[in-house]
T-cell receptor, first 113, second 113 residues
Framework: GNSVTQMEGPVTLSEEAFLTINCTYT??????LFWYVQYPGEGLQLLLK?????DKGSNKGFEATYRKETTSFHLEKGSVQVSDSAVYFC????????????FGAGTRLFVKA | DVKVTQSSRYLVKRTGEKVFLECVQD?????MFWYRQDPGLGLRLIYF???????EKGDIPEGYSVSREKKERFSLILESASTNQTSMYLC????????????FGAGTRLSVL
């Protein structure tokens, strides 16, 4: 079945450092891919998405490119801020008689000033 | 903005109690979901609903039931709470026209003693 694997955390970075959070997936068809973010004390919110191969999703300085050949959707940001400290979830969604979203385990990011 | 409201942020219940978790969304979304979130496991789907009075089992429905009497409200019921149901519970909704983008509530942290 479909699955999402993302790097284990926590990831600890200093402010202005470069961020990469790896995400790979397995899917039977052509899923849409997402990154959601969960700030402390809040629910998940959509950060960015990509719906087909080679699409790049971007938002708030974060980017991720849908790589079908490597089944990956790695999240990157060139310069993190303390306010980016959160848990990041990679997810895929595919129509198989109904839309179902599969989430990765989440990666906690700590950014130090 | 879409607002998904969960009635309680924190709940403490005793083993064997019947527990109701309530979720209301204000954007007329057709689809609603209940997940539980546990460290290292990400989000796991308990139940979902595509319409009023309609429900479908997710990946881990055992020990839970749901009710959707009105479009805006989706309730999760623990018929007889057990300690292994201690978790964070997240409600989400999505629009039929964009089924795979979900909007989340802030979560209910349930402790069963």
């Amino acid at each position: 079945g479909n699955s999402v694997t993302q790097m284990e955390g926590p990831v600890t970075l200093s402010e202005e450092a470069f961020l990469t959070i790896n995400c790979t997936y397995t899917a039977t068809g052509y899923p849409s891919l997402f990154w959601y973010v969960q700030y402390p004390g809040e629910g998940l919110q959509l950060l960015l998405k990509a719906t087909k191969a080679d699409d790049k999703g971007s938002n708030k300085g974060f980017e991720a490119t849908y790589r079908k050949e490597t089944t990956s959707f790695h999240l990157e940001k060139g310069s993190v801020q303390v306010s980016d400290s959160a848990v990041y979830f990679c997810a895929l969604s595919e129509y198989t008689g109904g839309f179902k979203t599969i989430f990765g385990a989440g990666t906690r990011l700590f950014v130090k000033a | 903005d879409v607002k998904v409201t969960q009635s309680s942020r924190y709940l403490v219940k005793r083993t064997g109690e019947k527990v109701f978790l309530e979720c209301v969304q204000d954007m007329d979304h057709e689809n609603m979901f209940w997940y539980r979130q546990d460290p290292g496991l990400g989000l796991r789907l308990i139940y979902f609903s595509y319409d009023v009075k309609m429900k479908e089992k997710g990946d881990i429905p055992e020990g839970y039931s749901v009710s959707r009497e009105k479009k805006e409200r989706f309730s999760l019921i623990l018929e007889s709470a057990s300690t292994n149901q201690t978790s964070m519970y997240l409600c989400a909704s999505s629009w039929q026209g964009a089924k795979n983008i979900q909007y989340f509530g802030a979560g209910t942290r349930l402790s069963v003693l």
